[in-house]
């Protein structure tokens, strides 16, 4: 498997958030973390994403520790949090210049990832003015900036509008089959259409889980 993730462990003061989470995953696969709120799934993603310290466990990645080199994260993961990570007095434009060179930028807005997540449509709106979907694209259009092996998501559906919802989906398909792994946590249940793999977080440790549709039983398990 591409990416080995064994005994990860994080606590807040006496509270154990995470106790022992392990998984693996190979390229060109989706997985879904489902959970209830609070129970740690942004706590998770963002030891992955280097943004906070586990206080043990591995993050292997073809070999290397990521959680022992830190240092490889940005080249290797791309990362889209709950908030916009966008600077709110730029557009668009300058917010990616922020994270692309003038002619890298051009060519992905005219053929890449930046064109199939359609932010070449609104390149000279301020994000004080986007909708919700339009930071969505934009923060990941800045994530996968140096093409990483692994895209990190947390929610990247809510409280987006359907079309919306769609084109991140397509993007999120297509990044997947050209060999990507993503990893995503979620509520939204379309969202399971796109993972081979689903996890339930409880009790600081995942469950296996199959979706199979039933929106009321993923209800009831989570």
């Given at each position: 498997?591409?990416?080995?993730?064994?005994?990860?462990?994080?606590?807040?003061?006496?509270?154990?958030?995470?106790?022992d989470?392990?998984?693996?995953?190979?390229?060109?696969?989706?997985?879904?973390?489902?959970?209830s709120?609070?129970?740690?799934?942004?706590?998770?993603?963002?030891?992955?994403?280097?943004?906070?310290?586990?206080?043990?466990?591995?993050?292997?990645?073809?070999?290397?520790?990521?959680?022992r080199?830190?240092?490889?994260?940005?080249?290797?993961?791309?990362?889209?949090?709950?908030?916009?990570?966008?600077?709110?007095?730029?557009?668009?434009?300058?917010?990616?210049?922020?994270?692309?060179?003038?002619?890298?930028?051009?060519?992905?807005?005219?053929?890449?990832?930046?064109?199939?997540?359609?932010?070449?449509?609104?390149?000279?709106?301020?994000?004080?003015?986007?909708?919700?979907?339009?930071?969505?694209?934009?923060?990941?259009?800045?994530?996968?900036?140096?093409?990483?092996?692994?895209?990190?998501?947390?929610?990247?559906?809510?409280?987006?509008?359907?079309?919306?919802?769609?084109?991140?989906?397509?993007?999120?398909?297509?990044?997947?089959?050209?060999?990507?792994?993503?990893?995503?946590?979620?509520?939204?249940?379309?969202?399971?259409?796109?993972?081979?793999?689903?996890?339930?977080?409880?009790?600081?440790?995942?469950?296996?889980?199959?979706?199979?549709?039933?929106?009321?039983?993923?209800?009831?398990?989570?």
């Amino acid at each position: 498997m591409d990416v080995e993730i064994a005994g990860i462990k994080k606590a807040y003061s006496r509270k154990k958030v995470l106790t022992d989470i392990s998984f693996s995953i190979g390229a060109g696969s989706c997985a879904a973390i489902l959970g209830s709120n609070g129970s740690g799934k942004s706590t998770l993603l963002s030891i992955l994403a280097g943004v906070r310290k586990a206080d043990g466990g591995s993050f292997f990645y073809r070999g290397t520790d990521l959680l022992r080199e830190p240092g490889q994260i940005p080249r290797t993961l791309g990362y889209v949090p709950q908030g916009d990570p966008l600077m709110e007095e730029l557009n668009a434009w300058d917010n990616l210049r922020m994270w692309y060179d003038r002619e890298t930028l051009k060519r992905e807005l005219a053929e890449g990832a930046l064109k199939m997540l359609g932010i070449d449509s609104f390149l000279k709106t301020p994000v004080r003015r986007m909708s919700g979907g339009m930071k969505k694209r934009l923060s990941i259009g800045c994530a996968v900036v140096s093409h990483p092996g692994i895209l990190v998501l947390d929610e990247p559906s809510a409280a987006l509008d359907p079309v919306c919802k769609e084109n991140i989906r397509q993007f999120l398909d297509a990044y997947r089959r050209g060999g990507g792994i993503v990893l995503m946590a979620t509520h939204d249940a379309q969202d399971l259409e796109l993972c081979n793999a689903c996890y339930i977080l409880r009790d600081g440790t995942l469950h296996p889980w199959r979706y199979d549709g039933d929106f009321h039983r993923l209800a009831e398990a989570l």
